[in-house]
Structure formats: C-alpha cells, structure tokens
C-alpha cells in the first residue's frame, strides 16, 4: 500500500492562480474565450433598431439653431446602436449619421481613407463637390465620396437639406487605417461642369484609358429617377429576388461590382400587400425608407411599424421579414462588398411562405 509522502509540498496551485500570474506577462488562457472567438454562428453585440423620421428631425434641427455646420465640420447626429453604446457604430463595420445643412451653410472641404456616401432625405439646393465637381442634390438621390476623394457641402436654396451618412468607419477603425485631411481652403474649386460625371461614367459610357490605369470608383452620383424607374419595371416583369422582394444593386460601372471597395446598396420594392420570407444574412443591413409603410420584423425580440423616412438597423445573422401596407420602397446598404471579397458572405432563405 502506497504511503503518503508527508513531505511533500501542499498543491496550492489553481486556475485562478494560474490565469492572475498570466496577466502581468501578457498572456492569456484560449480555452476560457475558444467559444466566444470561433462562435458556431455569428455573435453580435449589434441589436435592432429603429430611428423614427419625425422623433429624429425636430432633434437635428435644434442641433442646427445652436452649432453652424462649419464649426461643427459636419453636423450630424450618430444613429447609435444601442447594443454598442459609445462606439458611433449602427452595426460592428458601418456608421449611419442624419446631416443637416441650412442654406448658405459651407461643411468645409476634407477627405479621408473611410469611404462614404449620402442618401438625400429631404430639401432642394445642396450640393457636394467632389473631386472639383458640384454635384446638385435631391431626395431619393445617391452620392459617393470615395475613400480620399476631396469633399464638401454647400447650399444654394431655401429650406433645410437633410440626408443619410453611410460610412465604413468602424471597419477602418478595426484595421487602424484612417488617415485625414483638412483642406486649406473650405471650398474646392468647382471647375468641372455640372453633370461632368454623369456623362463620363453614369451613361454606361466611360473615357477609354481611365478605367484601365486604376481601379478608382469613378461614378460619383445615382439620380433618384434613375433607380425608381427601374424598380417599377422590375415589378412590372414580376422579376423578384428569392425573398421575394424587387432589388437592384447600385453597381461600379468600372468593374461592374459594389459602389465602393467597402459596402455595397441597394434598392428594393414590396408592393402593398405582400411580404418576403424570413431571411438571414452575414451582412449586418441599414435600411431607409424611401415611400411607403409597412412592418418589419427581425428574430422573436422585434416588431416595428415603418413608415417614410424612417431608418432601421437589422443586426448580422439575424432573421427578418418585411410586410409592405403601402408600396414599401426601400434604400439599404451593408458590408457585403468586404464580405464578398473576403469571401465570408453568406444568406439563407427560408422557402416556406408560411406567415
Ligand atoms: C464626413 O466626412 C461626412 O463628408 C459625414 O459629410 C460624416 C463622419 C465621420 C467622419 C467623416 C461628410 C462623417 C464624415
């Protein structure tokens, strides 16, 4: 029979002995977070949400009686996600803002490595410049700043223009890639003549040696009249995606991919009456009302009314539906251009229609 051995030192060693000596020399256990860093299926913080038009306006336009665009550079109320308080983020790569401009206002020229772009909500009379070219804004239109392009606002009308920010901050912030630069004068010399980049890239007609120098995004606006006209043929034809929605992308016409190297947009009709089937994707999604009312709902824990200019936020991985009461038409984007380069994107669509 085996003695025991009174000598010998008490084990006092433990797991929490062992991960409290860890700390001070810059490690750490794997198997305490294994789960958490390979999870078996998408994990966010990220949760829904949505930000109601005529909550957020009345907002944005005291933040316009008591701060000019020009001190503020942009004024902007965040659309924060509340599962990611304090991180200016409405999913884990993507920034959503509402910028107001008032006439006469100037939002001084700057550029940066985030790429962005502005969906216009509301107003007549503003303009960006980009890259030496004013390009006149109105509701329902879409304009690029691309990663580094030089860009400032201006206002030449008479009403407050207000318009969706979208921009890949976070994303950059992960990678620690941001670089900024203010411009020494606050507004870019436009000598380009307006509709210059319409002509040259926006009529599926491009200069011949461009393109094939740099992969640059080139096509810096899409008209509201443009894609409107195309979703009603779509619905016309009955030609709908498998969520049963009518979508087109907003495409490159460089290499005919997403709008910019980042993230990707889209815009969607439901006609009154219908809805889609649930669907899940890897791509966290804000969407903005562009006509239209109706219901979304997003996993068992949301259900919300939508209605024009309205904008919400469905988290990655999570199942959403949409229930059009009017024709619901709708303005999205999403980091499925990352997604897709990396080859990480994925989406499921549930085939039953069962309600
Ligand atoms: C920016 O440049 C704009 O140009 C809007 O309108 C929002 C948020 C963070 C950094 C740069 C704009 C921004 C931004």
């Known amino acids: 029979m085996a003695m025991t051995d009174l000598t010998a030192p008490i084990p006092t060693d433990s797991r929490e002995k062992l991960y409290a000596d860890l700390s001070p020399s810059a490690l750490a256990p794997l198997w305490s977070c294994l789960e ?159 509709g210059y980049n319409a002509a040259t890239w926006g009529a599926g007609l491009r200069p011949p040696y461009a393109a094939q120098q740099h992969k640059r995004v080139e096509r810096f606006i899409y008209h509201y009249r443009e894609w409107r006209d195309g979703l009603k043929l779509l619905s016309a034809r009955g030609d709908r995606d498998p969520a049963g929605l009518y979508t087109l992308e907003f495409s490159n016409p460089v290499d005919g991919g997403s709008i910019l190297p980042t993230m990707s947009a889209f815009c969607q009709l439901l006609r009154a009456g219908e809805y889609t089937r649930w669907q899940q994707r890897t791509d966290g999604l804000v969407y903005h009302v562009v006509e239209g009312a109706g219901v979304v709902e997003i996993g068992d824990v949301f259900r919300s009314s939508i209605a024009i200019r309205d904008t919400f936020v469905v988290p990655p991985w999570m199942k959403f539906r949409l229930l059009a009461e009017q024709d619901l038409v709708l303005f999205s984007y999403s980091d499925r251009a990352t997604q897709e380069r990396l080859d990480l ?11």
């Open 345 to 355: 994107w994925r989406e499921r669509v549930e085939k039953s229609e069962s309600i």
């Open 36 to 194: 958490t860093l390979v999870p078996r299926a998408p994990m966010s913080e990220c949760v829904p949400a949505l930000w109601n038009y005529d909550d957020v306006r009345p907002l944005l336009l005291r933040a316009g009686a008591l701060i000019s665009a020009e001190e503020a550079i942009r004024r902007v109320l965040i659309l924060e996600n509340p599962g990611l308080p304090g991180c200016a983020c409405i999913t884990p790569t993507l920034y959503a803002g509402l910028q107001l401009i008032l006439p006469g206002e100037v939002a001084p020229a700057h550029r940066h490595t985030q790429s962005a772009f502005r969906f216009i909500i509301e107003g007549e009379g503003a303009f960006t410049t980009v890259r030496g070219e004013r390009l006149p804004m109105s509701p329902g239109d879409l304009v690029l700043t691309p990663n580094f392009e030089w860009h400032d606002h201006g206002h030449d009308g008479c009403a407050p223009v207000i318009w969706l920010d979208g921009l890949d901050i976070p994303l950059i912030r992960s990678l620690q890639a941001g670089f900024a630069e203010n411009s020494s004068s606050a507004q870019q010399n436009a000598d380009l003549p307006t």
